[in-house]
């Protein structure tokens, strides 16, 4: 199984708007709810969003629910991040990656990619 690629970061300023995109392998979309990940500086990193198997269940923290959107391209392979009204603790590197466990924890299997970073000026 290749790894996933994340793409679509950069540097932004508060309030701007970023969308995040995740290729991964043929069929892991089939099998496996994706999750993406941030890394702040400094810190480990943290789930922040989720989306299952059928595309009908999201999930998000506290933090980014409202601001951010998950949704999926299944003829394409790809899992993409809306990110809206970004705010400066938003910066860090995001991850794509397939959970272990659907949606309902935050458990992922071992398949990071590279990330991409996201930099949010104030």
């Known amino acids: 199984q290749l790894q996933p690629v994340e793409s679509g970061g950069g540097l932004v300023q508060s309030g701007g708007s970023l969308q995040l995109s995740c290729s991964v392998s043929r069929g892991i979309l089939d099998k496996y709810a994706i999750g993406w990940f941030q890394q702040a500086p400094g810190k480990e990193r943290e789930g922040v969003s989720c989306v299952s198997i059928s595309g009908d269940i999201t999930k998000y923290t506290d933090a980014v629910k409202g601001r951010f959107t998950v949704s999926k391209d299944k003829p394409n392979e790809r899992v993409y991040l809306q990110m809206s009204s970004l705010k400066p603790e938003d910066t860090g590197i995001y991850y794509c990656?397939?959970?272990?466990?659907?949606?309902?924890?935050?458990?992922?299997?071992?398949?990071w990619g590279q990330g991409t970073q996201v930099t949010v000026s104030s």
């Open positions: 990656v397939s959970m272990y466990e659907g949606c309902v924890t935050w458990r992922t299997r071992d398949n």
